[in-house]
T-cell receptor
Framework: EPEVTQTPSHQVTQMGQEVILRCVPISNHLYFYWYRQILGQKVEFLVS????????KSEIFDDQFSVERPDGSNFTLKIRSTKLEDSAMYFC??????????FGQGTRLTVV | DAKTTQPPSMDCAEGRAANLPCNHSTISGNEYVYWYRQIHSQGPQYIIH???NNETNEMASLIITEDRKSSTLILPHATLRDTAVYYC???????????????FGGGTRVLVKP
C-alpha cells in the first residue's frame, strides 16, 4: 500500500540553526500539507501546497517557515532559525483531489 | 469549518463493538464528517468519512443522523491495537478554495481493555 514517507524520524538541532524536514508524498497525489503536534497538544495545520504554490497557511507558518517541492517527488519544510518552541512532531500529508489526506509517521524535531 | 464535540475518553472491552459519538450541530450542507485516529504519537490515520448516508469500510462504520447534527463511529470488534485517540472532524468539501485542511480537536482517547 502506498504511503507518505518522512525523513529523518528524529532530528536534534541547536537553537538558531536551519533545519529541513523531508517528505515523499504518495506518487499520484496533488495536494501536500504540513502539520505539527507539540507534545501533549493538538495536531495543528501549518500549510497546504498545490500546483507549486502555497494554497493556505496558518498563523503559525510565519516567515521562518518555507515549503518547497524541489523535484517531482520530495516535499520539504524548512525552518530558517529554529527556536526552542519549534520542538514538536511534524507530520507531512498528501491527498488526491477531492479525497482524504494520508499522513506520514512524522519527524520528531528537538531544538536544544 | 463547524466545531465538533467528543467525549474526552472512553473504555471499551476487547472483542466488543466500540461506539464513538460526535456532535456537530452547526454542520453545513457542504461539510463532510471525517474520522481519523492517532495511535500513540504516530501520524493520524484516516478511518472513514461521509456526507449524509451511513458508510462502512474494512475498518469501521459511520452512522450519521438524519439531521446531520451528530454521528457515531463504530469499531465492530475492538482489538487492543485500536487503542488510540479518535478525531471527528468536519471539513468543507470544496477544493476550489483553501477549505481542504483538517482542523483537529482534542478527540476521544479510547482504551481497549482485555
Amino acid at each position: 500500500e502506498p504511503e507518505v514517507t518522512q525523513t529523518p524520524s528524529h532530528q536534534v538541532t541547536q537553537m538558531g540553526q536551519e533545519v529541513i524536514l523531508r517528505c515523499v508524498p504518495i506518487s499520484n497525489h496533488l495536494y501536500f500539507y504540513w502539520y505539527r503536534q507539540i507534545l501533549g497538544q493538538k495536531v495543528e495545520f501549518l500549510v497546504s501546497f498545490y500546483n507549486n504554490e502555497i494554497s493556505e497557511k496558518s498563523e503559525i507558518f510565519d516567515d521562518q517557515f518555507s515549503v518547497e517541492r524541489p523535484d517531482g517527488s520530495n516535499f520539504t519544510l524548512k525552518i530558517r532559525s529554529t527556536k526552542l518552541e519549534d520542538s514538536a512532531m511534524y507530520f507531512c500529508a498528501s491527498s488526491e483531489e477531492y479525497t482524504e489526506a494520508f499522513f506520514g509517521q512524522g519527524t520528531r524535531l528537538t531544538v536544544v | 469549518d463547524a466545531k465538533t464535540t467528543q467525549p474526552p475518553s472512553m473504555d471499551c472491552a476487547e472483542g466488543r463493538a466500540a461506539n464513538l459519538p460526535c456532535n456537530h450541530s452547526t454542520i453545513s450542507g457542504n461539510e463532510y464528517v471525517y474520522w481519523y485516529r492517532q495511535i500513540h504519537s504516530q501520524g493520524p490515520q484516516y478511518i472513514i468519512h461521509g456526507l449524509k448516508n451511513n458508510e462502512t469500510n474494512e475498518m469501521a462504520s459511520l452512522i450519521i443522523t438524519e439531521d446531520r447534527k451528530s454521528s457515531t463511529l463504530i469499531l465492530p470488534h475492538a482489538t487492543l491495537r485500536d487503542t488510540a485517540v479518535y478525531y471527528c472532524i468536519v471539513r468543507v468539501a470544496d477544493y476550489s478554495t483553501a477549505g481542504n485542511k483538517l482542523t483537529f480537536g482534542g478527540g476521544t482517547r479510547v482504551l481497549v481493555k482485555p
